[in-house]
């Protein structure tokens, strides 16, 4: 596997090449994304950048999990042709000052709680599709609302790049992964818990009085919604103790 830390050195690649783009601290989520384009391509590119335009608190920004070494590891033991890990200034060099903004798409959810978060995840999603130019770039189911908007911005602007999305892989106690879980307490993980049992209710109403039930006892619901995607999906945020989890669960069978 090449580590290419610098655009101009990434060069021509083989075939139909497949885009898993990640912000690191690699899990079972991403290696399901990694071994799904392996399956559809020639060549599997993985991105390794922290995108400090997805943040809105530069505190949030600065505990982000951080271990390249091991995601080296992981990618390469996975399968991986390339890791793409360029430094802030090869993605933002100085004078910086273009940015896509999928305007619907993003207002809500997500972006009402995460002001410039889909601004950030557009801008640098088609920066690497520029960079890398895939014909497939591969998403978690989880981030439903992040695939809306970039299947969104492919389309409205003429992109040659199918979004695949991938099903949210859960451990075995139902929480969906997230680089995020390493910092909940055994109790607060136990909290966390609520959030896809109330989701498995498929059922908005129920989820919002699962949920209520446990707000001032260790968990904080920012919404819970019906989100009308492609496909709809029942959606929803917490905070438990500093840290915040997104999860759904899909209404209706995937876009082909």
């Avoid at 601290?25 to 020639?42: E, F, S, T, W």
């Avoid at 080296?72 to 000052?97: K, N, S, T, W």
């Amino acid at each position: 596997m090449r580590v290419v830390r610098r655009i101009a050195d990434l060069g021509a690649l083989d075939g139909d090449v497949g885009l898993v783009p990640t912000m690191g601290a690699l899990h079972a989520g991403h290696d399901a994304l990694i071994h799904a384009a392996g399956r559809d391509c020639d060549t599997v590119v993985v991105s390794l950048f922290v995108n400090p335009a997805q943040f809105g608190d530069p505190d949030d920004l600065a505990a982000y999990p951080r271990d390249e070494d091991r995601d080296i590891r992981r990618a390469e033991a996975l399968g991986a042709d390339v890791l793409f890990a360029p430094g802030v200034e090869e993605m933002y060099p100085p004078g910086f000052q273009t940015w896509i903004e999928v305007e619907e798409l993003s207002r809500g959810l997500e972006g009402e709680h995460r002001p410039g978060h889909f601004r950030g995840v557009a801008t640098i999603c088609l920066k690497l599709f520029n960079i890398v130019r895939p014909r497939y770039a591969y998403f978690g189911q989880k981030d439903a609302q992040q695939l809306a908007v970039l299947r969104r911005m492919v389309r409205d602007l003429e992109l040659d790049v199918t979004i695949t999305s991938v099903p949210t892989v859960r451990d075995a106690d139902g929480l969906a992964l997230s680089s995020r879980n390493a910092r909940l307490s055994p109790a607060e993980r136990e909290a966390a818990l609520a959030l896809p049992r109330a989701l498995a209710t498929r059922d908005v109403a129920a989820a919002r009085t699962a949920l209520s039930h446990l707000e001032g006892a260790g968990l904080e619901v920012d919404y819970v919604e019906v989100a009308d995607f492609d496909p709809p999906v029942l959606v929803a945020a917490v905070r438990v103790g500093s840290t915040r989890l997104i999860d759904n669960v899909v209404l209706e069978e995937e876009p082909r």
